[in-house]
């Protein structure tokens, strides 16, 4: 997260004012819960700022919990077959994820790692303005250039709940942690924005189907990263930027595999499309030109992902790629999405069984996932839909999915048609 952080202050310009004297570093949630902070029992109509957002997050969102899982049973399974030095509690390899986990020298108040992950883990560290960001006249970005992170910018924010929930670098969930145990991660920005309890005014213009949009180019963008890194480095190949269910399946439930059959030899194990799946048809809309050369860079990748010993290749076709896509998420970022636009997309999705028949299951989640996006951004705006037949086709979907193993994309293909709104 630390990683995170330095590069987002990176980006940020010089600061306007005299920087503060110990900027960037991390204050602890207990400085930020006075009643006339964030610590109100109730929301207050004070300010544009609900002032409740302490509570909302202790009591109900699973981020002031996220390092009590790390004493469950299945992280135990995880740490004995990971071979971790000691338990997952006190393992950096995972709190680095399930609590705020910094070093000493980056405190300056009190941070307990039974705090979880607190404001700071998705706000930026506070020590820079904390006690300047509520005084009268000082503005959002002057907070920014003292290190709070920029959440109002979908891309920042995208890849700060990416960092996490795909990984980077410095911290990730690979095919030893979830052969380990460790759940599949799976990630769709706007529907986990409103899985998380709100504690901002909602229904702004920079969620929803934007970020719905945004959030698939920055994690097609981070999986290049990921990906690119990891044919470079020692941990190649890599399993997790592949479909599992390549490797892992039946030989029982074989016949539609038999039917469909294999585009090069039998056995050589796909890149997963999952994040450029649904992406596709968005680049298609602001660049028909980079969808076709994307697509083209795509192929070659997943070949030489398949070849399995073509590392230079590998890391060749994901940087032009990954090259590509800085200068298409601006341009995504600024699509605007009127309802018929919404409507025709949730067609071009639904009309798309062809290509689901050949992705993986995890593409098709992320089609799912973003017909609920697009649809709900209908629903919010006409309640009636939720009882309406594709509220009711989009849940199928969903039914559909949740038994990974027995996925079928014959039957998905089949039943995305009836997502059409
Ligand atoms: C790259 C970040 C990352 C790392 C590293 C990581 N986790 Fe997780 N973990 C997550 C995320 C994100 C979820 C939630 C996934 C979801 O629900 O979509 C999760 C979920 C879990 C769950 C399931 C929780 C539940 O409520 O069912 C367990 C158990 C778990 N992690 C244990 C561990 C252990 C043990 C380690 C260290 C060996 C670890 N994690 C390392 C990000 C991480
Ligand atoms: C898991 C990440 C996460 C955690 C943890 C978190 N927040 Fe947030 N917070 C967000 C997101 C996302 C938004 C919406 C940002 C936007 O759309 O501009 C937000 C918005 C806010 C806002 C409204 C800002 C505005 O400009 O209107 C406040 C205030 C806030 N958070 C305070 C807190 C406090 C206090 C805590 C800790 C008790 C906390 N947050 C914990 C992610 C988080
Ligand atoms: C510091 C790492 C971290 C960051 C940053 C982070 N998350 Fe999480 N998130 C987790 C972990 C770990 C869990 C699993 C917690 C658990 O199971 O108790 C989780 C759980 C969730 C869940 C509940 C998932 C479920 O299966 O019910 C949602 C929703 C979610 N995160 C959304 C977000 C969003 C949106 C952002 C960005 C604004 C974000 N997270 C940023 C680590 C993170
Ligand atoms: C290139 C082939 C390959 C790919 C791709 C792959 N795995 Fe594996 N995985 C293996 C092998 C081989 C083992 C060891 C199996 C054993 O010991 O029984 C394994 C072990 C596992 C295990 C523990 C043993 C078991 O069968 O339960 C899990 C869980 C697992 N993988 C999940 C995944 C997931 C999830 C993905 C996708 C993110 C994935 N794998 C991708 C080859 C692969």
Redesign the pocket.
Known sequence: MLAFTAAVAQQTSAPADAPPAQPGKYVG?AS??NSG???STQPLNAS????N??Y???DR?R??KAQFVLSNATSARIAKNMRLKTSAEKASLCLDCHATNVPERAVSGHIDIED????????GPASGWRDEHAQAGWT?EQSVARGMID??SVPT?GS??LSCHLGTGAKEVDHELIASGHPILAFELDNY?AN?P????PN?D??GVRAWATGQAIAFRDSLDNLSRHARGDKWPEFSDMSCYNCHHSLRTSQWRQDRGWAGRAGLPSWSPQHWAVLRLIVGRVAPQSRAQLDEQVQQLASRVARMNDRDGVVSAADSARKAMDDLIPRIDRLSWSESDVRAFMNAIADDGDYFLRADVHSAEQAALSLQALNSSLTRRNPKLLRGPTTRAIDDLFTELKQRDDYDPQRFAMKLKSARP
Request: proline share 2%; with cysteine.
């Open positions: 949630v930020c819960i902070c964030h610590g544009r700022v609900l002032q957002e302490y909302t997050w202790k969102d981020h002031s979880g992950i607190q404001c700071e883990s998705c706000h959002h959440l109002r924010r700060l709940c924005t998380m709100p504690h901002w005014t702004r920079t969620h």
